[in-house]
């Protein structure tokens, strides 16, 4: 049968497909709308009641006490701030050393097999769960929530993802490029850092931005960890105010602004988280080589 009489429009079968297909797209579009609906919606309503509490004062007053007026988010943000970049600084090494390991020897033994297989694991672990962890390790023994605890929280969660992302790009990296650089007497570990590494910099790149989006806006962890300050405090070794847990405490409150500041707080996370996204995504982003 010509290929003129099979799309023929009075072919059943090739009606039948037809209609399957032209189904398929229009549930496909549809589903896609109602999530970017959903999304601008979100915004959307952040924007709306967010921005009328983006003041001056709220980068540069603290949180109020309940009942009194005024007040900003300042403590808040900071220790948001060092939190996330201690777990940064701890977690970003050892997620690019690890990711190094399992691509370069993760076929050769059974550590590198478990390491992948523990990995995965703590990928979908419950957040609450690693907060639980850390308070039972280091806060119920030293007898005090920290900042210090809850960045381990937090590079606890941040680490898989660079591991994994790590391992996941430095095996896209093809093994031409490799068996050049042996070919050139290069060892084994100049390989892995020098040339495989410096390959896919920039994915590795994006997977430690993603890392920092995915702790950005942690709550539960907090709750066990670093509970949270009133005042202002750049101690990590004592309670410490955070974003997550403000929003989450003063959104529940009864004072018009503690929910206005819990507005706030949640357009300065989205729209960080956000940034860091599109960051990644677009100023990283890097194709690998041929």
Do not use: C
Not at 40 to 64: K, R, S, V
Not at 86 to 103: D, E, H, W
Not at 243 to 249: A, D
């Amino acid at each position: 049968m010509s290929t003129a009489a099979v799309k023929s429009p009075m072919n059943p079968v090739y009606r039948r497909r037809l209609w399957t297909h032209r189904i398929g797209i229009a549930m496909s579009i549809g589903a896609m709308s109602i999530g970017v609906i959903v999304l601008l919606w979100i915004l959307a309503t952040l924007l709306i009641n967010g921005l009328a509490a983006l003041t001056p004062a709220l980068f540069t007053e603290t949180t109020p006490a309940p009942g009194s007026e005024g007040g900003g988010l300042m403590n808040a943000i900071v220790g948001s701030l060092l939190m996330v970049g201690l777990s940064t600084l701890v977690s970003t090494p050892i997620g690019i050393l690890a990711g190094i390991y399992l691509a370069e020897y993760g076929e050769e033994n059974k550590v590198a097999a478990v390491t992948r297989f523990v990995t995965d694991i703590m990928l979908s672990a419950p957040s609450i769960v690693i907060g639980l962890f850390v308070y039972a390790l280091y806060v119920a023994n030293v007898n005090h929530f920290s900042g210090y605890a809850g960045s381990l929280a937090l590079t606890l969660i941040a680490v898989p993802v660079v591991v994994r992302t790590t391992d996941n790009m430095l095996r896209l990296v093809p093994n031409s490029l490799l068996e050049a650089a042996f070919a050139l007497g290069a060892p084994r570990w100049k390989v892995a850092t020098l040339v495989r590494l410096r390959a896919v910099k920039a994915g590795v790149v994006t997977g430690v931005l993603l890392a920092v989006a995915r702790v950005t806006g942690e709550t539960a962890p907090l709750l066990f960890t670093a509970l949270s300050n009133q005042f202002f405090n750049a101690d990590m070794n004592k309670p410490m105010a955070n974003l997550p847990y403000v929003i989450y405490q003063f959104a529940m409150s009864p004072y018009d602004n503690w929910r206005d500041l819990a507005w706030a707080g949640a357009l300065l996370v989205t729209f960080s988280v956000l940034a860091l996204n599109i960051l990644s995504r677009t100023v990283f982003s890097q194709k690998i080589p041929n």
